[in-house]
């Protein structure tokens, strides 16, 4: 019934095929408001499993799902079934690298499944935002951009191919591991995810019914808590990027982040794709707010409040030691999720 849908937009929206990279907050609101909307195919990764903590703010998830510890992309797969049973779900539950990504999303040759339509960023970590930036300038794809923190929240797309900059011509490159806050050192309100959601899955609307030149080219941030809100415009795409411009997709390229399990003892080393140096004063700043935190010249131990069994040792080389887990999957995500890379 809307004039800028139509039965003609809706069977766009019906073909379309959305990747959700990323299905804490974000993705659960983003993949919940196109599966009612009718998207035909959801590709949903996460390498995560749903905990009690996660049900304040991630919508597809229930209390058994929590209980069960289930894979995130399993258990919102499931979800989506019983809102919108015609709606083709692809769940992943694997930790997205460059040496995988273009495999998950089935850019990597003839035996892969169908190419997405666009991408959609609902990730926690500015490597893997940045990563994700690097596949769709190389695949000529849409990437629709989210991120939200506390009560703040942004939202942009990216066409890169149509002109216009991709996310490295505005965001530069990632900072520093645990110079920028998280989800779990910082909160986040259920109600600045479903703002910068509802803007994400309106873009994506958007791009689906062939309105993509309805997009403004621009950076979209607020606050709902103190309504600051403001829209900051740009240009067309800087020709020295390193991404969009001279086509060097480093992160692509880049190695994968190193989770070893040390022999002899019930914890895994972390180490990032990236080197660089850690801010451990800052990092003990914002670690004392959620656990116990015991800090050196050269490292820091911390102890989350809310896990029981498990803490971490963090060097500044950006090296970090997860203690009580012999699994890597644990550790990387234990490292994204309180270091923040």
Known sequence: MLPAIGAEGQRGIRDGHV?????????????????RAGVGQL??????????????????????DAQLGMPKAEAA?????????????????SDCHGENIERLLGLAGDNTPARPTLLLD????????????????????????GGVIATRGMH????????????????????QPGASPTCDTAGVLGSAVAT????????????????????????????????????????????????????????????????????????????PATTAAVDLPALRQRLERIGQVHATRFMLKFTPSEVSGVSMSVFTDGRAIVHGTTKPEVARSMYARYIGV
Request: with cysteine; aromatic share 8%.
């Open 196 to 271: 910068v959601a509802a803007g994400q899955a309106t873009d994506t609307l958007k791009l689906l019914t062939g309105r993509g030149d309805r997009i403004q080219p621009a950076l979209t941030e607020f606050d709902v808590w103190t309504g600051h809100y403001r829209v900051l415009q740009w240009g067309k795409k800087d020709p020295e990027c390193p991404c969009c411009g001279r086509r060097q997709f480093e992160f692509l390229g880049a190695r994968k982040a190193d989770a070893v399990s040390l022999c002899g003892q019930d914890a895994v080393q972390v180490r």
């Open 156 to 175: 942009a797309t990216f066409v890169p191919y149509a002109g216009g900059p991709c996310m490295r011509c505005v965001f530069g490159s990632p900072g």
């Open 43 to 64: 590709t949903l990764i996460d390498r995560d499993l749903v905990e009690w903590t996660n049900l304040q703010r991630q919508t597809l998830y229930t209390e058994r």
């Open 122 to 145: 609902a990730t926690d970590n500015l490597e893997t935002r940045f990563l994700l930036n690097d596949v769709a300038v190389k695949h000529r794809l849409p990437l629709v951009y």
């Open 19 to 35: 990747a959700i990279v990323g299905l804490g907050a974000l993705g659960c609101a983003a993949a919940d408001l196109l599966a």
């Open 77 to 93: 797969s499931a979800r989506i079934a019983e809102i919108n049973s015609e709606v083709t779900c692809r769940p992943i539950a």
